[in-house]
C-alpha cells in the first residue's frame, strides 16, 4: 500500500493539469466571456458598453491594409457577435472608413467599441449604436433618410450606402461645414448636409422613409413624426437623466406605435427642444 500511494498521487496530479489545460485550452479558443448586449450601468455618452474590445494581434505594416482588418475585427467581433444581424447594415459598416470620421489623434481607437469625442464637445457615437440604430430603421435601396444630428458625418456615410439619399440636418454650423466637406470629399454623392435645428425636421424634402436622431430630447418632437412617411420608422434616444432607445413606428393609417429598445446615453438636443423641455 505504502508503494501504490505515489503512483495514485501521480495520477490524481496528472488528471488535475489535464483537466486544467483543456480548460484553458476551450477558453482561449473561445475568446472567454464576452458581453452580447448593452446594460443600462454599461451605457455612456452616445450609447453602449464603455469598455473597449481590444484587437489582441499585430496589425500589417501598410496603413490601409491595417484599418481594413481593424474594421473587419469591430465587424465580427463587435457587432456580429451581439445581435446585428442585417447583412446590408454589416456590408455598409464594413465599408466606411471610420478613421476617416475621427480626430487625427485618435485614429488608433477609431474601431475601438467605444464613441470618441470629435470637435465642439460632441462625439461619434459607438460602432455598435451607429448599426443597432441602422438595423432599427431597417433603411431600403429605394428609400430618403433623415438623419438629425450630423456629428463628423458617419452615420450618414453609413445610410447612404443603404438608401437612395440622405438629407442630414447639424444644429453646429462648423460641424455641419466639415462634415460636408468631408462626406464630399470620401465621394458620398447622395448625402445632403445643412446647417439647421433638427427638432423640426426638413420639411422641404419630408416625408421620410426613415429617421436616425443623435441627441436626446425628453419627448419625441411632433414634427420628426409629422414628417415620417406611412410605415416608416423613427429611431430616437429619449429621455434627460434616464434615457430609452425608442422605435417609432407609423402604421400605414397614420396611427403610431412606440418600442423601446435599450437603455442608452447620448448628448441631450439642443435648440428647440430645450425650450419645450424646461
Known sequence: MTTLRP???GIVLATLWVIAHTTWQLTRVRGGPQSTGVAADQSQQAGGPSQPVEDTTDPPDDADAAHTLRRQRMVSQQL???????KRVLEAMLKVPRHHFVRDDLIDRAYHDMPLPIEHGQTISQPYIVALMTQLAQPAETAVALDVG???????AVLSLLCK?????????GLAETARE?????GYENVTVRAGDGYGGWPEHAPFDLIIVAAAPERVPQPLIDQLKPGGRLVIPVGRHYQSLVVVHKEQDGTVRREQVIPVA???????AQKDDP
Open 7 to 9: 503512483l495514485l498521487v
Open 80 to 86: 456580429e457577435a451581439r445581435d446585428i444581424t442585417d
Open 150 to 156: 450630423t456629428g463628423s458625418g458617419y452615420q450618414a
Open 165 to 173: 439619399h440622405v438629407y442630414s440636418i447639424e444644429i453646429i454650423e
Open 182 to 186: 468631408r462626406l464630399e470629399h470620401q
Open 266 to 272: 447620448f448628448v441631450p438636443m439642443t435648440g428647440q
